[in-house]
């Protein structure tokens, strides 16, 4: 079947095979395959594609918003995606939904779940009324670890100023029955989102914003695997943390 949402995009914009394919670096028959016989380019081209189109990626080419199937490599390994913008928010509020025992949070700030889901506070206060365990730890605005992530990051002081929102988005939860929010102030190397045994893990890359680097989404499958080792760093953060004020 032909991709008519780029087909009509190309139209309106007057681009033609010859000149998307100048465009983006590639030969004329790649974009009329990508018109004609709705291929799928790589990634990066059709990063730059959508760019060139000033078009949305994933409208062009949905099919890119699926994660790559693991390889099994271990087997607590789901999904690995290439960057969090990848992973739509209704996933991450899919995985706290499925809760019934546990769900832990580690990050620094992450203020992209409430921005996207404004009911977070009352998801989560639903799974702890229903017995759910719920530990949520971000970062300190004025820790040494944070500001150097945010000087790494390139948003200078952007990241302190998320982290105070971050606190200040789950301060009405605090004093709720089952739910406990904490500020560290360590390193991390990973943001964990975790509910019971499955766990989305946004790695931290130097110099890059969390929605850019990769997300792996993993599914605990018995004991001392890779779910259990970073289950276990959250626990050693969470040990240091300490509770936030009602007020």
């Known amino acids: 079947?032909?991709?008519?949402?780029?087909?009509?995009?190309?139209?309106?914009?007057?681009?033609?095979?010859?000149?998307?394919?100048?465009?983006?670096?590639?030969?004329?028959?790649?974009?009329?395959?990508?018109?004609?016989?709705?291929?799928?380019?790589?990634?990066?081209?059709?990063?730059?594609?959508?760019?060139?189109?000033?078009?949305?990626?994933?409208?062009?080419?949905?099919?890119?918003?699926?994660?790559?199937?693991?390889r099994a490599v271990?087997?607590?390994l789901v999904a690995l995606h290439e960057q969090r913008a990848d992973v739509p928010v209704s996933a991450f509020v899919e995985l706290l939904e499925q809760a019934r025992e546990r769900i832990d949070i580690l990050v620094y700030a992450a203020v992209f779940l409430h921005e996207a889901y404004?009911?977070?506070?009352?998801?989560?206060?639903?799974?702890?009324?229903?017995?759910?365990i719920v530990r949520?730890?971000?970062?300190?605005?004025?820790?040494?670890?944070?500001?150097?992530?945010?000087?790494?990051?390139?948003?200078?002081?952007?990241?302190?100023s998320r982290c105070r929102l971050a606190v200040m988005h789950y301060r009405p939860l605090v004093g709720t029955p089952g739910i406990e929010i904490r500020t560290h102030d360590t390193t991390l190397y990973n943001s964990l989102y975790r509910a019971d045994g499955q766990m989305f893990v946004n790695a931290h890359v130097w110099g890059v914003n969390a929605y850019g680097?990769?997300?792996?989404?993993?599914?605990?499958?018995?004991?001392?695997?890779?779910?259990?080792?970073?289950?276990a760093s959250f626990d050693a953060v969470w040990a240091t943390a300490r509770p936030v004020d009602k007020d």
């Open 1 to 70: 079947m032909p991709n008519e949402r780029l087909r009509n995009v190309m139209t309106a914009g007057g681009w033609t095979y010859a000149s998307l394919a100048e465009a983006t670096g590639v030969d004329p028959k790649s974009v009329e395959r990508w018109v004609n016989r709705d291929r799928t380019p790589h990634r990066a081209t059709a990063m730059r594609a959508a760019e060139t189109l000033r078009e949305d990626v994933f409208a062009l080419w949905p099919s890119l918003r699926q994660g790559r199937a693991a």
């Open 74 to 76: 271990s087997p607590d």
């Open 118 to 132: 404004p009911r977070l506070n009352d998801l989560l206060r639903e799974r702890a009324a229903d017995g759910c």
């Open 136 to 160: 949520i730890a971000v970062g300190d605005a004025e820790s040494t670890n944070v500001q150097q992530r945010g000087r790494e990051e390139k948003f200078g002081h952007g990241i302190e």
């Open 213 to 231: 680097a990769p997300v792996w989404h993993l599914r605990r499958n018995g004991d001392g695997g890779v779910f259990d080792t970073y289950a």
